[in-house]
């Protein structure tokens, strides 16, 4: 390669070198660099040919192409692969220039997106660049180095455990490890790559290498758009679009002329030459702004609320000459978002509000938690992404989280929530632990969130930054009242150096850079946290609120219970915002089995032990399943119980809180359940498992219930469990409540709530006509005594259901239902000797992506479920996991991602059960 480097070197692109005056003003060319890489570990006894290897991508992925390595995921691969995270990888690439660059006198540089994570690079022998956070981009001068022909680009990982461990024994004090997990890799917090890498109670520690991010060639011998930052506001009756223009370069002379185009509306602007520091830290900036008539626009937003309009805006960089030389492009939306904390006087002493307020509509904040789509973030494609998304939309969801533990996102990933209306609350990534405060350090977050914040702010999705993940939590010297850490408060002076390294880094560096790059949005120091009490960007000084990080009266909290029943809402969080709550479960059989031995499929199997990553997590599952069902007779059927479990335990939470919106001492105006999304096949808190099928779990059934714009709320109050874990009913209470987010009223809602026993009889039913308003919470029935409600009749044998419907003040019929099980399905008395059956019929004929069925039960089934025991035909239900009625048809339609299956095929694998009583199926 040296040789051959030395004789490439006489056929040299003319380059001038120091300023940036003489280069010829030519329009920029971009060339995708992702062929033609090779990989080989430190010794050479590994080598992955350019025609398996993969850019995007990770070594772990390269080698499982290669046949080299099992699927990290089957059984206990990610312990047994921990040699490929400890190995140095390299890859290298040999290219010549593409014929545009060849001929012009012109800067070059080389882009890379993203490198994960320690990495040094170096084209034709020259030495370009040493990096070490995943989290950046970065773009070298290779201007010098760079030739015609044979080029050799290498790029040189080495472990990232290795490099935190270093950095970490490096450190004057110890910080300690939030990773309270068994599997986990240590020091995470001192290296700026995804923390979920290094394990979690949810995913495996696979610390994976890679070049993770596209990688280009750029030439360019004028001015280079860099970035471009719009932000949206409503002044003076106008839509102002403020667009800062980063550039570099503007050589040759004279002045380039930036124009900024949206809407029909555009603006101008004159620059002179920039840097010739093209590495992004010293880029150039313009500021132009235009104006908008309101009348040429559609507002955006949110899922729910109305639709998602985008415009594009572009940017042209035109030199003296005529000639355009950059040209940037990207969508806007137009929209008023904003997070009021206004003062709330209640019975529990003063307080701050906390909603998001749009287009000047107060928004109830529907939502779940995202985390990294897989281990291996290329084998999340953008098809994956788009199925997740649009997943979370169709269940009722207006927000995700982007949990500070994994990564700001690629671009199609903003692009598409900007396209749904889901709104995103972004943390920083800092993921639940103390951070240390070295200069190197702080820079690198310096760096990372000026990086990030100028390349995703133009999306109107954004409606929040978050400084991190449990950061306040991390140093906070009690939760809930009860004494935490103490590493941090055995004496004044280590508790006063955890408070020092928190403040250093997001009080006086987080929040200070995002406050000069978008001054826009809000910015909330933690979640959860109290918020700031003083936060004046201008004199840099941002005070957190400090005390218990769970106060109901300001901010977010959160709720997790492993051991109490979990419906008992005397339990949960009166909070302004619940950020997180959820409870675990199995993921499919479907889903398993591909990573598994038969063996594996037993609830004391070692597999099943060294997946369940949370602690104590599956004696956990095991003890409440046993509240609400006999023992199972398989682990499919235990699969099934801890599937229905988390889904009654978090669509019940979330009723409660979309309940809440009015109540004195609550104010509750979001909530998101922990998690969307699975990263590996392993149980989880997820709505939807992984892989690329996007598979719903029981639970995104019951949240697309729970999250629909009008909802009945049933609470069953004051229960009590006993010791053997058996649940009394005798002393509970029953309220009903009517939740609307429609933005219209309803005058007169007629509300119907009715007793059936279980052989599909009504024996006892109440109405009334309510008005509902819109954006509103109603009580139809006060907390009533449920042996008042039930007269001489027993709990046992008698579900609560509960319908309304009603037409708005615009002519628009709107319904909802709901039950209520007043005792759990093993104390359930059915009629002696009934076995329902189940006939599935098809209705009409499949069309090309969808299958429609007809579900008619001759008698009453809680949880009527609708599963396949196949991964072929991905797609989602209409509705599944319902209560049926006897003799009443359910018309369920099945979406595929993709193409349909041959109905043959799908009726073959589907299958229909109920987890709270036996039935018998008829296909």
Same mark, same amino acid.
């Given at each position: ?389 649009? @997943? ?61 914040v100028r390349r995703i702010a133009g999306h109107p999705s954004l409606v929040l930054y978050n400084g991190n993940n449990e950061g306040i939590k991390a140093v906070s010297s009690s939760i809930h009242g009860v004494p935490v850490n103490p590493w941090a408060n055995e004496s004044p002076d280590n508790q006063a150096v955890a408070f020092a ?68 809402? @005397? ?24 990573? $598994?031995?038969?063996?594996?499929l037993n609830i004391n199997s070692s597999w099943a032990d060294h997946v369940q990553h949370h602690p104590d997590g599956n004696p956990q599952l095991l003890a409440q399943n046993a509240i609400f069902f006999d023992s199972p007779t398989s682990f499919g059927g235990f699969v099934a119980q801890t599937q229905a479990v988390q889904a009654l ?13 009015? $109540? ?96 599909? $009889? ?63 399905f093993r104390d359930m008395v059915f009629p002696t000797g009934e076995v329902p059956t189940v006939n599935v019929t098809v209705v009409d004929e499949p069309d090309a992506s969808t299958i429609t069925l007809s579900i008619v039960s001759s008698g009453m089934v809680p949880l009527l479920t609708l599963d396949s025991e196949s991964s072929a ?51």
């Amino acid at each position: 390669v040296g040789s051959a480097t030395m004789l490439a070197a006489a056929q040299v692109i003319a380059v001038i070198v120091g300023t940036l005056a003489g280069l010829q003003v030519v329009p920029l060319v971009k060339s995708a660099l992702n062929e033609g890489w090779t990989l080989t570990n430190a010794n050479g006894t590994i080598t992955v040919p350019s025609n398996t290897t993969v850019i995007p991508g990770h070594v772990h992925t390269d080698l499982l192409r290669a046949g080299l390595i099992k699927d990290p995921y089957y059984r206990f691969e990610d312990d047994g692969l921990g040699w490929v995270r400890n190995d140095t990888w390299t890859y290298t690439c040999g290219f010549h220039l593409p014929a545009e660059m060849m001929t012009r006198v012109a800067q070059v540089a080389l882009e890379f997106d993203g490198l994960d994570t320690v990495a040094n690079i170096s084209l034709n022998g020259v030495h370009l660049a040493s990096t070490s956070n995943q989290h950046r981009k970065y773009r070298l001068d290779v201007s010098t180095a760079i030739t015609n022909e044979n080029n050799v680009l290498v790029v040189v990982l080495s472990p990232a455990t290795a490099f935190a461990d270093a950095a970490a024994a490096r450190y004057p004090y110890d910080i300690g490890d939030e990773t309270f997990v068994p599997q986990r890799l240590e020091h995470r917090a001192f290296i700026r790559k995804q923390q979920s890498d290094f394990g979690w109670d949810w995913g495996p520690a696979f610390a994976p290498a890679g070049i993770w991010r596209p990688v280009r060639l750029i030439q360019f011998g004028a001015v280079m758009l860099t970035n471009v930052l719009p932000t949206v506001a409503l002044i003076d009756g106008r839509w102002l679009v403020t667009v800062r223009v980063y550039y570099v370069g503007g050589g040759g002379g004279g002045q380039y002329t930036v124009t900024a185009t949206v809407g029909g509306s555009k603006a101008t602007a004159q620059v002179s030459e920039g840097t010739d520091d093209i590495s992004g830290a010293n880029d150039a900036a313009i500021v132009l702004t235009v104006s908008v008539d309101p009348a040429s626009v559609k507002r955006w937003w949110p899922a729910g609320y109305g639709d998602q309009p985008l415009y594009n805006l572009t940017v042209t960089a035109t030199a003296p000459s005529g000639v355009v030389v950059d040209t940037a492009a990207q969508t806007i939306g137009f929209r008023e978002a904003m997070l009021v904390e206004e003062p709330i006087e209640d019975a529990e002493g003063p307080g701050l509000s906390f909603y998001f307020r749009v287009n000047d509509v107060p928004i109830f904040a529907k939502g779940s938690n995202w985390i990294p789509a897989d281990a291996f973030d290329n084998r999340a494609t953008d098809e994956r992404l788009r199925r997740l998304l649009t @997943s979370a939309v169709l269940a009722g969801q207006n927000i995700l989280r982007v949990w500070g533990g994994g990564n700001y996102m690629r671009d199609s990933f903003w692009q598409l929530c900007d396209e749904l209306g889901l709104m995103i609350w972004l943390d920083f990534m800092h993921g639940g632990a103390r951070s240390p405060r070295h200069g190197a350090h702080i820079a690198e977050w310096a760096a990372e969130v000026r990086e990030n914040v100028r390349r995703i702010a133009g999306h109107p999705s954004l409606v929040l930054y978050n400084g991190n993940n449990e950061g306040i939590k991390a140093v906070s010297s009690s939760i809930h009242g009860v004494p935490v850490n103490p590493w941090a408060n055995e004496s004044p002076d280590n508790q006063a150096v955890a408070f020092a390294d928190y403040t250093a880094l997001f009080d006086d560096v987080v929040r200070q850079v995002v406050a000069t790059e978008d001054s826009t949005r809000h910015y909330h120091a933690s979640c959860p946290s109290n918020g700031y009490l003083y936060d004046d960007t201008a004199q840099k000084m941002s005070v957190q609120r400090m005390g218990d990080p769970f106060d109901n009266r300001f901010g977010d909290t959160r709720h997790y219970d492993y051991t109490s029943y979990c419906l008992d809402s @005397s339990l949960f969080p009166r909070g302004r915002f619940v950020s997180e709550y959820g409870w675990q479960s199995y993921p499919s059989l479907a889903t398993v089995k591909p990573v $598994t031995e038969p063996s594996d499929l037993n609830i004391n199997s070692s597999w099943a032990d060294h997946v369940q990553h949370h602690p104590d997590g599956n004696p956990q599952l095991l003890a409440q399943n046993a509240i609400f069902f006999d023992s199972p007779t398989s682990f499919g059927g235990f699969v099934a119980q801890t599937q229905a479990v988390q889904a009654l335990c978090i669509a019940t939470q979330s009723r409660f809180y979309r309940a809440q919106r009015n $109540t004195s001492g609550a104010r509750t105006m979001g909530c998101m359940y922990w998690q969307l999304e699975d990263i590996w096949p392993a149980p989880s808190w997820a709505s939807i498992e992984s892989g690329e099928g996007a598979r719903w779990k029981v639970l995104h059934y019951h949240i697309k219930r729970a999250y629909a714009p009008l909802i009945l709320f049933a609470d069953l109050s004051g229960v009590n469990v006993t010791a053997d874990k058996r649940v009394v009913v005798s002393n509970s209470s029953v309220s009903l409540q009517v939740v609307s987010d429609m933005m219209v009223p309803f005058p007169a809602m007629n509300v119907t709530w009715s007793l059936w026993d279980w052989s599909g $009889t009504v024996t006892s039913a109440h109405s009334a006509i309510v008005a509902v308003p819109a954006l509103s919470v109603v009580t139809v029935l006060e907390s009533t005594r449920l042996a008042e409600l039930l007269a001489a009749r027993s709990a046992a044998s008698t579900v609560l259901v509960v319908t309304a419907e009603g037409l708005s003040t615009t002519g628009e019929t709107s319904s909802a239902s709901t039950e209520l099980f007043l005792t759990p399905f093993r104390d359930m008395v059915f009629p002696t000797g009934e076995v329902p059956t189940v006939n599935v019929t098809v209705v009409d004929e499949p069309d090309a992506s969808t299958i429609t069925l007809s579900i008619v039960s001759s008698g009453m089934v809680p949880l009527l479920t609708l599963d396949s025991e196949s991964s072929a035909g991905p797609g989602y239900w209409s509705d599944s996991s319902f209560l049926a009625f006897p003799g009443r048809a359910v018309v369920v339609k099945y979406t595929f991602w993709g193409d349909a299956i041959p109905l043959s095929t799908f009726l073959e694998d589907l299958t229909v059960r109920s987890s709270a009583r036996p039935i018998r199926v008829y296909k």
